[in-house]
T-cell receptor, first 114, second 113 residues
Framework: QKEVEQNSGPLSVPEGAIASLNCTYS??????FFWYRQYSGKSPELIMS????GDKEDGRFTAQLNKASQYVSLLIRDSQPSDSATYLC??????????????FGSGTRLSIRP | GAVVSQHPSRVICKSGTSVKIECRSL??????MFWYRQFPKQSLMLMAT?????????EQGVEKDKFLINHASLTLSTLTVTSAHPEDSSFYIC?????????FGPGTRLLVL
């Protein structure tokens, strides 16, 4: 069983709509949860982190965490063509630090159609 | 923000040769360096974790004699792929850890012919 699972997509969303990306993880003791965006041929960049149950909003992005269901999601409001990328869900068994190991999912490819 | 550079950004080599990838933290001292490998359409897989001045800790299944990691200073870590083969072709990413945050390098694309 994969430790972090995501639907590979592609997920196609019309411009201006809400994109919803989902992720499940297997280690119930995980403490830190992240969403990274990765453009083709580039390194991932951190866009959201969440540590406690509930929602966390940052601009057009909202991360949602449900530890009981071992489920993390990312909502992107008012989707723009520049949001087209692969979104990687990532989990750490410990609190986030400069030395904490992070386990990545294989990513969901998001395509925003004009 | 903190910047991590990698050199080269792309490298093509012949099978059997060795390739060295440099990772530098430009404006901070990375107490921890991580090396990841990413095959096409797959997740980032952690290869090893290194702390300055000590031996790297390799993940299960990663050959330490094939992937040599040196973290000689707080601003430089190197990954040497020895006797590279086509199956080593991948995207290699280093990550520098500093002050409770991790900073990703831009990655190095290795193609072994």
């Amino acid at each position: 069983q994969k430790e972090v699972e995501q639907n590979s997509g592609p997920l196609s969303v019309p411009e201006g709509a809400i994109a919803s990306l989902n992720c499940t993880y297997s280690d119930r003791g995980s403490q830190s949860f992240f969403w990274y965006r990765q453009y083709s041929g580039k390194s991932p960049e951190l866009i959201m982190s969440i540590y406690s149950n509930g929602d966390k909003e940052d601009g057009r992005f909202t991360a949602q965490l449900n530890k009981a269901s071992q489920y993390v999601s990312l909502l992107i409001r008012d989707s723009q063509p520049s949001d087209s990328a692969t979104y990687l869900c990532a989990v750490s068994p410990e609190g986030y630090s400069s030395a904490s190991k992070i386990i990545f999912g294989s990513g969901t490819r998001l395509s925003i159609r004009p | 923000g903190a910047v991590v550079s990698q050199h080269p950004s792309r490298v093509i080599c012949k099978s059997g040769t060795s390739v060295k990838i440099e990772c530098r933290s430009l404006d901070f001292q990375a107490t921890t360096m991580f090396w990841y490998r990413q095959f096409p359409k797959q997740s980032l897989m952690l290869m090893a974790t290194s702390n300055e001045g000590s031996k790297a800790t390799y993940e299960q299944g990663v050959e330490k004699d094939k992937f040599l990691i040196n973290h000689a200073s707080l601003t430089l870590s190197t990954l040497t792929v020895t006797s590279a083969h086509p199956e080593d072709s991948s995207f290699y990413i280093c990550v520098g850890g500093f002050q409770e945050t991790q900073y990703f390098g831009p990655g190095t694309r290795l193609l072994v012919l």
